[in-house]
């Protein structure tokens, strides 16, 4: 036998869908109420000896500052639930480099690929870097390749390959497996950053990442007005498969 809860009965006696528990509902929880409002009354005024409207004054009175507590009350939980910064537990965040890695190109000038680039170049161990890029982004590739041959003095293959459309899932998906095709002697050594692409580019990757069993980053950026800071550092963290 399934026994019913009491939040599940309180919702079908609130529920107007079912009119007569609602209506037999709404008279009990009048006659409750108002029982509850007399006895207070009676309560005061036995204990203080006030009259009548001094004690409507006093209820009235008390009424509005517990609401006005409560909603204080909720509105500092809100608020700190919203700005609260949950840091990355070391299992998840990346902390080991890799010699390969791919990274989507983003056309935002102030997008992560610069901190997902830098954090494998720890150690001196990034050795190819893959940038995907649609045609709005393809700028931006190239100026990323000249940083990092201006800045590294080491040995990086940096190859950039293009995208049709940045809206496309097979497309992505297509790409990044050419990618894994072409380094398949080092695949177990690359990884995938979804930071800076579209939704359908990463969806894409996700789906590469899987079938062949590589690893992708993301790198997580301080909150800020319940927004991503874009000027935050950021912090790399590993997506688990």
């Keep these: 036998m399934n026994r019913r809860s009491w939040s599940e009965i309180f919702e079908t006696i609130n529920n107007p869908g079912v009119p007569v528990l609602f209506l037999l509902g709404t008279m009990i929880f009048a006659v409750l109420g108002n029982a509850f409002y007399d ?3 009676t309560t005061i005024q036995g204990q203080t000896g006030s009259t009548g409207d001094v004690v409507y004054v006093i209820i009235t009175v008390f009424a509005f500052l517990a609401l006005l507590g409560i909603v204080i009350i909720l509105w500092v939980w809100y608020n700190l639930r919203r700005r609260r910064r949950t840091r990355l537990s070391d299992t998840v965040k990346l902390t080991q480099t890799y010699p390969v890695l791919v990274l989507f190109v983003s056309a935002n000038p102030r997008g992560s690929e610069w901190t997902a680039i830098q954090h494998h170049f720890r150690d001196s161990k ?3 870097l893959w940038l995907i890029a ?8 190239q100026q990323l390749r000249e940083q990092v041959q201006q800045r590294y003095n080491q040995a990086v293959r940096i190859s950039i390959l293009s995208i049709a459309s940045a ?9 990044v497996t050419q990618i894994f095709e072409l380094i398949v002697d080092q695949i177990d050594q690359a990884i995938v950053d979804i930071t800076s692409g ?3 580019m990463s969806a894409g990757a996700v789906l590469a990442c899987r079938e062949y069993g590589v690893p992708m980053q ?9 927004k ?14």
């Design 228 to 241: 991503v800071d874009e000027g935050s550092e950021g912090e790399l963290m590993k997506v688990l498969l």
């Design 126 to 128: 990034l050795q190819q």
């Design 39 to 41: 006895l207070l009354v």
């Design 134 to 141: 649609s045609a709005e982004a393809e700028k931006k590739a």
């Design 218 to 226: 993301y790198v997580l950026g301080d909150l800020k007005g319940g």
């Design 198 to 200: 579209t939704k359908q």
């Design 167 to 175: 809206h496309d899932i097979p497309q992505a998906y297509r790409v």
